[in-house]
């Protein structure tokens, strides 16, 4: 079938179901431009908390839908492709919380939100990529426990005064394939691009970059910088916005592993049948939700 026709389609079953479509930065081209709202993690969270849906389709990964359920309980929430997850959430659950909770039952717990339910109700706050920093430097407490991403923990680390952060090995595993290498060359190619990074990105990395954001914030900078030319270090499904807000700039993806297969399984396809049938609803049992609503409502009151 031709995009046109998938897309009318799927205009078609969201009146049915009254339904708003949304989608992270880093979905197919295809998959961005049916959706209401594109946005980053913090803006998807937002948007979801704040719609009146009957119904939100998320295009994205799992814990993005769960946060959505979460905030949003009056909404059925359906994930796009039941088996989109993020590899990097399954690094810790409920226990291996527990366990590092009981080493350092000072600290308090810093969750991004790239965690499932479980997690974030054993947390004291979440944060996101984009205000990581911020959310960080307001908590009281001079002993943060900093889950489950040691690079964008590492990175908080290097921006806040008077903390003593303690690190869960966490990763994501696409953004560690960027090596230092990469952005050496590709600066000797292009001296007068900006180096534009995700903060889950290698210490190493992070350190040869320009500035350090979350998606939507890159697309922010290049619309605001008089540059022409940004090399970028995060998945490659950020490159149809950054043109399509941008189209007389360049921008070159760091490196092509750059690339999270979760967020790809999502198709056109997949949303029409995820919409016909109903089906892949994310739930939360109510105890857990009203625990992980509290981490994610402190961070959303510090900005
Ligand atoms: P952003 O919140 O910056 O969009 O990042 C989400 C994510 O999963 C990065 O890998
Ligand atoms: Fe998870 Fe990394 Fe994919 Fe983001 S890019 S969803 S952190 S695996």
């Known amino acids: 079938m031709v995009v046109q026709q998938l897309e009318e389609e799927i205009a078609e079953l969201k009146k049915k179901l009254g339904a708003v479509i949304v989608a992270h930065n880093y979905q197919r081209p295809e998959v961005q431009d049916i959706a209401d709202f594109v946005g980053d993690s913090l803006e998807l969270a937002r948007r979801c908390a704040e719609v009146k849906a009957e119904t939100i389709v998320f295009c994205g990964v799992d814990f993005m839908a769960e946060t959505a359920a979460i905030l949003n309980p009056d909404a059925t929430v359906l994930l796009s492709v039941a088996t989109a997850c993020c590899p990097m959430a399954a690094m810790i659950d409920a226990d291996k919380l527990k366990e590092w909770k009981e080493r350092y039952p000072k600290a308090t ?16 706050i979440c944060c996101t990529s984009a205000n990581a920093v911020k959310v960080v430097q307001s908590l009281p407490n001079d002993e943060i426990l900093f889950i489950p991403d040691k690079h964008l ?5 290097t921006k806040v005064s008077r903390k003593r952060m303690i690190l869960y090995p966490g990763y994501c595993i696409a953004h560690v394939r960027l090596r230092a290498e990469e952005v050496k060359m590709a ?10 990074v995700h903060p889950e990105c290698r210490e190493e990395v992070i350190e040869l970059a320009d500035a350090v954001l979350s998606t939507s914030q890159m697309v922010r900078y ?19 916005r950054l043109y399509k807000e941008n189209p007389e700039k360049k921008f070159y993806l760091l490196s092509p592993r750059l690339f999270c297969a979760n967020m790809k399984r999502t198709r056109l396809e997949t949303v029409i049948e995820t919409m016909k049938l109903k089906r892949n609803r994310v739930t939360v049992p109510e105890d857990i939700r009203l625990k992980a609503k509290q981490a994610l409502d402190r961070m959303l009151a510090v900005v």
């Open 153 to 157: 923990g590492h990175y908080v680390s």
């Open 109 to 124: 717990v810093v969750a991004y939100v790239n965690t499932t339910a479980a997690v974030k109700a054993g947390s004291d």
């Open 187 to 196: 600066k000797e190619h292009y001296p007068e691009a900006k180096v534009l």
């Open 222 to 240: 290049a619309r605001e910088s008089p540059a022409k030319t940004f090399l970028i270090g995060t998945e490659e499904g950020l490159l149809h």
